[in-house]
Nanobody, 128 residues
Framework: QVHVAESGGGLVQAGGSLRLSCVTSGRTFSSYPMAWFRRAPGKEREFVAATKNGGGSPYYSASVQGRFTITRDVAKYALYLEMNSLKPEDTAVYYC?????????????????????WGQGTQVTVSS
């Protein structure tokens, strides 16, 4: 059985930093895309960042480009999201997702239904 588990969320002041972690078990996703999404209060879940199967440049939403960095450690079955210069509008539940489809076209990397496994989410709250 596949499990996806996020951790690292919390309360931080605007301008601060947090590092989210995601660990998978039950199968390896080293050859497949993984991504972070988030759902802010009262809003739809949205794409944040993604990385393909170990190569190429990562993808970021315009709202986090330059502030967030996505990395993965294949050996540890882990995905990370380093978040800097946090803003109150970054407040959301952050979800880790893994796809079993590869390759994903650049235009599809943000498409939620192409990700097959999801974690429960971790809350990030940024105070002003």
């Amino acid at each position: 059985q596949v499990h996806v588990a996020e951790s690292g969320g919390g309360l931080v002041q605007a301008g601060g930093s947090l590092r989210l972690s995601c660990v998978t078990s039950g199968r390896t996703f080293s050859s497949y895309p993984m991504a972070w999404f988030r759902r802010a209060p009262g809003k739809e879940r949205e794409f944040v960042a993604a990385t393909k199967n170990g190569g190429g440049s990562p993808y970021y939403s315009a709202s986090v480009q330059g502030r967030f960095t996505i990395t993965r450690d294949v050996a540890k079955y882990a995905l990370y999201l380093e978040m800097n210069s946090l803003k109150p509008e970054d407040t959301a539940v952050y979800y880790c997702a893994a796809s079993t489809r590869s390759p994903l076209r650049p235009g599809d990397i943000e498409t939620q239904y192409l990700y097959d496994y999801w974690g429960q989410g971790t809350q990030v709250t940024v105070s002003s």
